[in-house]
């Protein structure tokens, strides 16, 4: 079961508890959606998202999903982009603490964040969507340029590069690498060196500035389900998606 901490009085840790690779299936994206809209709400103003040792997430859960039809990859969809925007319009800040690998869908929750601390390790990240035949949504787009800057966004993000700590550190994807069992905690420093500022609402200010490309994007781009869902079921995707998870029974 996901877990809910809370740390001092206003900080609240999100730990997904998703056996094994916490895949983001619906019960997990309607999850976060509801506690990063309602924090504000029960008094917290800054969020931590975790995983476990090892695992941040490993994306969508691609086995399950592939089993869903057109309506149900509809609701799926749905889901999936209302649990991005509400970290992309989150009110409070996030720190991604990227306990362990962060591939596809777990960098596309990282990039939203507004800051990201990643354990130091063989661990993977990257925008990898291209490698299944997915786009990158618009908004996450946005997020990575934000982060690496125009050229460097476009490159991994075409190439569907699979990053290591060290590479993410260096292009600005990821702004800390640190030992494993340190990461929730130099991720809970950060949200505490931001909430002792004497004015929250200069601080605010100063991030919805600072955001104010990613809140655009979210308003602009009318993220179409029916785009995902076309490429979802186009036999380019579905081949790559099932070839995909007979690579990884392979190495079980």
């Known amino acids: 079961m996901h877990q809910l901490i809370r740390h001092d009085p206003a900080i609240l840790e999100l730990r997904l508890d998703h056996p094994p690779v916490n895949a983001l299936d619906s019960a997990t994206l309607i999850w976060l959606t509801e506690q990063v809209r309602s924090a504000p709400e029960q ?4 969020i931590v998202l975790s995983g476990q040792p090892g695992m941040f997430t490993a994306g969508l859960d691609v086995p399950h999903l592939l089993q869903r039809d057109r309506e149900g990859m509809r609701q799926f969809f749905f889901e999936f982009f209302g649990t991005l925007r509400a970290l992309g319009e989150s009110a409070i800040p996030v720190v991604a603490a990227i306990t362990g690998h962060a591939p596809a869908g777990g960098t596309v929750l990282a990039a939203l964040c507004d800051h990201r601390v990643m354990a130091r390790g063989d661990f993977k990240m990257g925008f990898n969507e291209h ?3 997915l786009p990158v949504p618009r908004p996450v787009y946005v997020a990575f340029e934000n982060l690496c800057g125009p050229r460097l966004a476009a490159e991994y993000s075409m190439q ?10 260096a292009i600005g994807l990821v702004d800390e690498v640190v030992e494993q069992d340190q990461v929730v905690a130099q991720a809970l420093a950060w949200c505490r060196t931001i909430l002792a500022f004497p004015s929250q609402s200069v601080v605010a200010e100063t991030r919805r500035y600072v955001r104010a490309r990613l809140h655009a994007a979210f308003r602009e781009e009318n993220t179409d389900a029916e785009t995902f869902l076309n490429e979802w079921f186009s036999a380019e995707t579905q081949g790559a998606m099932k070839a995909l998870i007979a690579k990884l029974k392979a190495k079980r």
């Open 160 to 169: 569907a590069r699979i990053l290591d700590g060290g590479e993410a550190l």
């Open 131 to 133: 490698r299944v035949g």
């Open 43 to 46: 008094g917290h103003r800054a």
